[in-house]
Antibody, heavy 122, light 109 residues
Framework: QITLKESGPTLVKPTQTLTLTCTFSGFSLSTGAVGVGWIRQPPGKALEWLALVYWDDDKRYSPSRKNRLTITKDTSKNQVVLTMTNMDPVDTATYYCAHYNYASGSYYIDYWGQGTLVTVSS | QSALTQEASVSGTVGQKVTLSCTGN????????VGWYQQISHGAPKTVMFGKSLPSGIPDRFSGSKSGTTASLTISGLQPEDEADYYCSTWDYSLSAQVFGGGTKLTVL
């Protein structure tokens, strides 16, 4: 049974760096053809993809956010960490981590975490 | 502005068949399978379809299809519990990134 859970601060100040941790169980990120990614959703708005790390440590970032994002994995701890620099109130959102599986020629999300709401305010 | 285009809202009555669409281009939907995600009352999303594959536990009234650069999610025999926001998503090779649609609010009348 695959589960993922996000953790981190609920409130950050503008210009600070946000660090979120996704702790997962039921799979290993050293196993082939899997990945863990981050998606966010501002209140009342659509889902926005942020970043993805694959089992082989290959990484992909949203082109519009890549200069602010870093994603890393710690296989021994079953964790994936996302950092986002220079936080702004428009970054207020629920942040989700997700498990990616490979099928039909591409990776897709099959499991989602419960999400964590991050508010950016002074 | 989302890379994939979805209807803002769709409605149907209990038992009806409804189809949600997701339009992209040759760099995304035209090249990769599409995932569909259900979000009920702003809770965590849940995967209800990938390509034509139904995840475990999802009722078989959900089905997926694709024609060219448009993907569709069809719900046959609409149920009250299907009322939710639905998002489509796929990979875009020119962006080397995952892209989402703006979401469709499905209302069950």
């Amino acid at each position: 049974q695959i589960t993922l859970k996000e953790s981190g601060p609920t409130l950050v100040k503008p210009t600070q760096t946000l660090t979120l941790t996704c702790t997962f169980s039921g799979f290993s990120l050293s196993t082939g053809a899997v990945g863990v990614g981050w998606i966010r959703q501002p209140p009342g708005k659509a889902l926005e993809w942020l970043a993805l790390v694959y089992w082989d440590d290959d990484k992909r970032y949203s082109p519009s956010r890549k200069n602010r994002l870093t994603i890393t994995k710690d296989t021994s701890k079953n964790q994936v960490v996302l950092t986002m620099t220079n936080m702004d109130p428009v970054d207020t959102a629920t942040y989700y981590c997700a498990h990616y599986n490979y099928a039909s020629g591409s990776y897709y999300i099959d499991y989602w975490g419960q999400g964590t709401l991050v508010t950016v305010s002074s | 502005q989302s890379a994939l285009t979805q209807e803002a809202s769709v409605s149907g009555t209990v038992g009806q068949k409804v189809t949600l669409s997701c339009t992209g281009n040759n760099r995304n939907i035209g090249s990769y399978a599409v995932g569909w995600y259900q979000q009920i009352s702003h809770g965590a999303p849940k995967t209800v379809m990938f390509g034509k594959s139904l995840p475990s536990g999802i009722p078989d009234r959900f089905s997926g299809s694709k024609s060219g650069t448009t993907a569709s999610l069809t719900i046959s025999g609409l149920q009250p519990e299907d009322e939710a926001d639905y998002y489509c998503s796929t990979w875009d090779y020119s962006l080397s990134a995952q892209v989402f649609g703006g979401g469709t609010k499905l209302t069950v009348l």
